[in-house]
C-alpha cells in the first residue's frame, strides 16, 4: 500500500492545525499565561517566521512571508502574500514532504483569522524586520528564462526596456508591456 500524497493529506492537515491554532489564540487572547495542556502556548507555537524572498526557490516570483509550523518530514506552514504594505491579501497553507507537497488556499472565516495571526507578528515589528533581514543582501534573479507577467512571453533581457521590478511584490515585464504601461516614460525628444 502506498504513503498518501500530500494532495490527499493537506485538507486534513490544514483542518487539524488551523484548530489546534485557534484553540491557542483563544487562550492568548484570554490572557491564560499556561496555554493549553497539549499544545503548549500560542507564543511557542511554530517554529519560525520569515520572509522568502523573491526568487528564493526555482519559479518563486513572489516573496512571501512563511510562518512555519514543523519541520522535516513531513513539514508544514502558512505563507503570506503581500504588497507593499504588508497586508497579506493572500494566505496558503503548505504540507510538504521530500519531493512532494500540496497547498491549502485560506479563505472565508479562515482568512480573518490567519489575517490576525499576521497582525499580531507586524504589531511586534516582527513582520518588518524580516522583511529587512532578507532583503538587505537581496538582487534580483538574473535568469533569462523568466517570463513577462503581464502577457507571459519569455522576457528579452536585450531589450532595454524589459525587466524584473525590485523589492516586493514587484513586476517582471517584457519591453513591449513596460512600454505600453509606462507610454509616458518615451524619449521622443
Ligand atoms: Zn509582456
Known amino acids: 500500500m502506498s504513503q498518501p500524497t500530500c494532495a490527499e493529506r493537506v485538507e486534513g492537515e490544514y ?21 493549553d495542556e497539549d499544545l503548549g502556548r500560542f507564543e511557542d507555537y511554530g517554529l519560525s517566521f520569515d520572509y522568502v524572498a523573491p526568487g528564493t526557490f526555482t519559479d518563486q516570483d513572489e516573496g512571501y512571508f512563511r510562518y512555519q509550523l514543523s519541520w522535516g518530514g513531513p513539514s508544514d506552514e502558512f505563507r503570506f502574500y503581500t504588497g507593499p504594505e504588508f497586508y497579506p491579501h493572500r494566505i496558503e497553507y503548505w504540507f510538504l514532504d521530500w519531493f512532494d507537497g500540496a497547498r491549502w488556499p485560506v479563505h472565508g472565516v479562515d482568512l480573518r483569522f490567519l489575517r490576525e495571526i499576521f497582525d499580531w507578528f507586524a504589531e511586534g515589528e516582527t513582520v518588518q524586520s524580516v ?45 513591449d508591456c513596460y512600454r505600453d504601461e509606462y507610454p509616458d516614460e518615451d524619449d521622443t525628444d
Do not use: H, K
Open 15 to 35: 483542518t487539524r492545525t488551523v484548530s489546534d491554532l485557534r484553540i491557542l489564540w483563544e487562550l492568548y487572547c484570554t490572557g491564560d499565561e499556561d496555554g
Open 131 to 175: 522583511y529587512d533581514a532578507a532583503m538587505v543582501d537581496w538582487s534580483p534573479p538574473t535568469d533569462n528564462r523568466q517570463t513577462c507577467d503581464e502577457c507571459g512571453d519569455v522576457i528579452d533581457f536585450e531589450d532595454d526596456d524589459a525587466g524584473v521590478g525590485y523589492g516586493i511584490n514587484q513586476r517582471a515585464l517584457c519591453g
